[in-house]
């Protein structure tokens, strides 16, 4: 048969269609069933990536911490009026 005329449409006239496979028979299946076939290892740059983004996340909290700790125990004290934890909250 014309197993080479996939997808084909008719638009006018009459026509008469053979289904030979459904679902995941299909070539549409059996593509879309290797695609979610099990994960590949991770390419050099996908761990770069991740090495990255661990780097920085890492780097963003010791900031915060250090920054944190730097308020508690020197500006507190020397500036008691700079960022009061009072003021970090709104009131009623």
């Known amino acids: ?13 009459t026509a008469t269609g053979v289904v030979f496979e459904t679902g995941d ?3 549409m299946g059996k593509v879309a069933k290797m ?3 099990g994960h590949e ?3 050099i740059l996908q761990h ?6 661990v780097i920085i996340a890492s780097l ?3 900031t915060a911490v250090i920054c944190m700790i730097v308020w508690a125990a020197w500006l507190r004290v020397d500036v008691r009026r700079f960022l009061s934890s009072s003021s970090c909250f709104p009131s009623r």
């Open 1 to 13: 048969m014309f197993r080479h005329l996939h997808h084909t449409s008719v638009v006018e006239g």
């Open 25 to 27: 028979h299909t070539l």
């Open 35 to 37: 695609a979610n076939k």
């Open 41 to 43: 290892k991770k390419s």
């Open 48 to 53: 770069e990536i991740q090495r990255f983004t």
């Open 60 to 62: 963003a909290l010791t």
